[in-house]
């Protein structure tokens, strides 16, 4: 039996990417849902706090606007100086050859040897091929950035680090999620002339973190954490009356004359419905519309994310808002240093760290590793212990961006829009964008042309 009496709008997911979709199509639709197979919405846009009433991101960090102004009145509203930072350009640094950069989140090459930088940097400048179509990661880190800093840069900390897979299987672009799209050369008076050049505009970064970022703002809420935006999101979702549906997953998708017809939902309740934006992976549809697949069915390695939560009782060394950490032999992956863009006036300094591996991680153990790593990157004091700390993996992570997976994802959508014409399919679930603008862009664009 038909849970609602008239047809709705579903978007399937309850990322940001779904509850996005869901309130641009309220503005069109009068009939919109949400189904979401967590208890909570907002995917990697989560907090949880200790008792000590200090909060921790498990996820994604900062809320950044568009510079579209319809999709940022979504994303912004609610969000007011009284309960939140604005941050402008974002403070990185980065950590590699056994030096903290203070001044860039972008790896610096200067850190090498003479001999490598030297020929290094004559390598990069020699690659002058633009629109170039490569065939995997190995092709386009040669093709950009020259064989050198191919074998002795990205392959120890790509491969080794964190794919755990050879570069030349690993699909184009996924070099980018890992925050090594541009390296640091030369001095920073010469970058400023040379990125003047579009083709080295495009891989060498700036010396500071406080040039050549777009007008674009970044926002955090003073008390909480990043999960206090997806309460704000929810509360548009409720006033719009858009109907929420949690705690749920789809057991069938019905298709009839080439449309969907309904969804059944794995507590028999089912939704009619004329439209659906699916937000989450492609052979989730495939599955649930009883559609073979045409591609291998041998599984997707997947990535693991795990989280390292600290508080410690003495001033953190460093001011910088994160820090990118290249290192290969470390296992860290990432900073985020909360009381350096929160300010909240206690005695309590708290930071996330994070690690990326390829198998499921012990936590006590990296966690031990963790923190004596964060003394060598000089963020805490030495022999420092925290207050408190708390180690869990991230569930919805992502999966290793092969070329196998790349090609199986666009098998997948290619499949599951010739089943039906009244589906869409948004967000990171489709591949394509991996961070969450380029995600949102796409959603507003595409629904703003249906």
């Known amino acids: 039996m038909s849970f609602w009496c008239m047809a709705m709008k579903i978007v399937v997911g309850g990322g940001v990417s779904g509850i996005v979709s869901a309130i641009l199509l309220r503005k069109r639709y009068n009939n919109v849902c949400i189904i979401e197979k967590e208890n909570e919405l907002g ?50 640094g980065s950590y590699y050859g056994s030096q903290l950069n203070k ?14 930088y030297y020929k290094g940097m004559a390598e990069l400048i020699n690659c002058t091929n633009m629109n170039v179509k490569y065939n995997n990661l190995e092709e386009q880190l040669i093709g950009t ?23 030349n299987e690993l699909s184009v672009n996924s070099h980018k999620v890992l925050g090594l799209s541009k390296l640091l050369g030369f001095s920073a008076q010469a970058t400023r002339e040379i990125k003047k050049i579009p083709l080295y505009d495009e891989k060498l970064g700036f010396h500071s973190s406080s040039e050549g970022n777009s007008n674009l703002k970044n926002y955090y809420p003073i008390k909480g954490g990043i999960g206090n935006w997806i309460d704000l999101l929810k509360r548009q979702m409720i006033n719009f009356n858009i109907k ?35 937000t989450i992976p492609t052979l989730a549809f495939l599955k649930a519309a009883g559609i073979s697949t045409n591609s291998e069915t041998e599984a997707i390695q997947s990535l693991y994310t ?127 964008y ?15 042309n249906l």
Not at 103 to 116: A, Q
Not at 145 to 167: A, D, H, M, W
Not at 356 to 379: A, C, F, N, Q, R
């Open 145 to 167: 950035f020259g064989k050198l800093l191919t074998e002795q840069l990205f392959r120890p900390i790509i491969s080794n680090k964190y794919y755990g897979c050879p570069l």
């Open 43 to 92: 995917g990697l846009y989560n907090s949880i706090s200790c008792d000590l009433g200090v909060s921790f991101d498990h996820g994604s960090h900062f809320l950044r606007s568009t510079g579209i102004k319809e999709l940022d009145e979504i994303i912004l509203r609610g969000v007011t100086p009284r309960s939140w930072r604005v941050l402008g350009n974002l403070r990185g």
């Open 244 to 278: 929420i549906i949690t705690g749920a997953n789809i057991s069938q998708v019905k298709i009839e004359d080439n449309k969907i017809n309904s969804i059944l939902l794995n507590d028999r309740r089912q939704i009619d419905c004329d439209l659906v934006a699916w």
């Open 306 to 432: 795990s989280v390292y939560h600290f508080v410690f009782d003495k001033l953190l060394i460093t001011d910088l808002h994160y820090i990118q950490c290249y290192q290969s032999e470390f296992k860290t992956f990432r900073v985020t240093l909360y009381p350096n863009f929160q300010r909240n006036g206690t005695n309590l300094f708290n930071l996330t760290a994070e690690v990326v591996s390829t198998s499921p991680p012990d936590l006590e153990v990296l966690s031990k590793i963790v923190i004596s790593e964060l003394v060598k990157i000089g963020i805490v004091p030495e022999n420092l212990e925290p207050l408190y700390r708390f180690s869990d993996i991230i569930l919805n992570g992502f999966p290793l961006p092969s070329i196998k997976l790349d090609k199986r994802n666009k098998d997948y959508l290619r499949q599951a829009k010739k089943s039906c014409d009244n589906i869409h399919f948004f967000g990171r679930g489709i591949g394509g």
């Open 103 to 116: 001044n860039s989140p972008f790896l610096d090459l200067r850190c090498l040897s003479r001999k490598i």
């Open 434 to 448: 991996f961070t969450t603008n380029p995600i949102l862009i796409d959603v507003y664009q595409r629904i703003k």
